[in-house]
């Protein structure tokens, strides 16, 4: 198992680090349904780029009332 504490090297001033990596993988999984295996090889901050992305597209979905629902 690689060595958790690189990510700290990595993580960018001003961001809170999250308590586990896959922290930040949930919402991207969820919102463009990518599997761990396609995280693997990003870069933190490729990851937080592209949790915050899923998270606005979900913040964005959750305010749409679904078709046929009013």
């Given at each position: 198992?690689?060595?958790?504490r ?5 993580a960018?001033e001003g ?6 990596i896959e922290?930040?993988?949930?919402p ?5 349904h990518w599997?761990?295996?396609?995280m ?8 937080w780029d592209?949790?915050g992305?899923a998270?606005?597209i ?6 749409k ?6």
């Amino acid at each position: 198992m690689r060595d958790r504490r690189f990510f700290l090297d990595e993580a960018a001033e001003g961001r809170a680090w999250p308590g586990r990596i896959e922290d930040l993988w949930e919402p991207i999984a969820v919102a463009f349904h990518w599997p761990p295996q396609a995280m693997n090889d990003m870069s933190l901050d490729e990851i937080w780029d592209w949790s915050g992305r899923a998270v606005a597209i979900l913040k964005a979905k959750a305010g749409k009332p679904r078709a046929g629902k009013t």
